[in-house]
């Protein structure tokens, strides 16, 4: 099932057509970028469903796991890249109210379902970047009373469970590549100190009582 090739390489050309316009003013690269969201996101004959309900499934055994969110991480690239076509004219505002449609319910799918209740509640590198869909999923929609929820109201899950005073990340120490882990967890948490920037939260500068941070990290 090519899917999830099929998505990581839609991410990515989106992601350059994107910047390519933004850099060139050039229509071309938003239509085209314009025409892989379409197919992706909004076409009734080819459009994903909002849920990864049936991710990483295990023939035989599931029919899905929870641990499967941990393949769209990248989607906040797409709302970037959104962003950036947004005032060519290949992207219509019947496209616009389209993907804000299409995450508002992946939003509400991440928030409420067995699944996403699951995810969140992980403290290694899968529910920070849970944690990294959902925040900027919101701030993409507007719902910045979640942004800010996960960012300050969870600054002690976020960093205190999952940085130690000296820096090291206590739930990405035991996999075989540990410091492959640790950099794609601290990315994450990078992310969401870019996330913090748009609504007045220094996840960069934080400490903890104990001393842990994103920069002992």
Known sequence: IPDERN????????KTLS????????????????DLLRVWFLD??????????????????????????????????VLDAITLIRDSSA?????????????????EWLLKS?????????????GTWYDVQVASIALFLNKTEITRDILKNNIDKLIAAKIRPDGSQRFELDRPTSLSYHMFNLAGFFNLAKIGDSIGIDLWN????EGSG???A
């Open 19 to 34: 910047v390519a316009y933004y850099l060139t003013d050039n229509p071309l690269y938003a239509s085209k970028a314009s």
């Open 206 to 209: 934080y400490k903890t009582p």
């Open 114 to 126: 067995d699944f996403g209740k699951s995810e969140s509640e992980q403290l290694n590198n899968h």
């Open 44 to 77: 009734d004959d080819t459009r994903m469903n909002p849920n990864l309900q049936y991710a990483q499934m295990q023939p035989g055994r599931n029919y899905g796991r929870y641990s499967g969110i941990i393949d769209t991480h990248d989607f906040p690239a």
């Open 91 to 107: 992207w219509t505002e019947k496209d616009q109210k389209g993907i804000e449609l299409w995450f508002d319910k992946y939003l």
């Open 214 to 216: 994103l920069q002992k």
């Open 7 to 14: 998505m990581a390489e839609m991410i990515d050309r989106v």
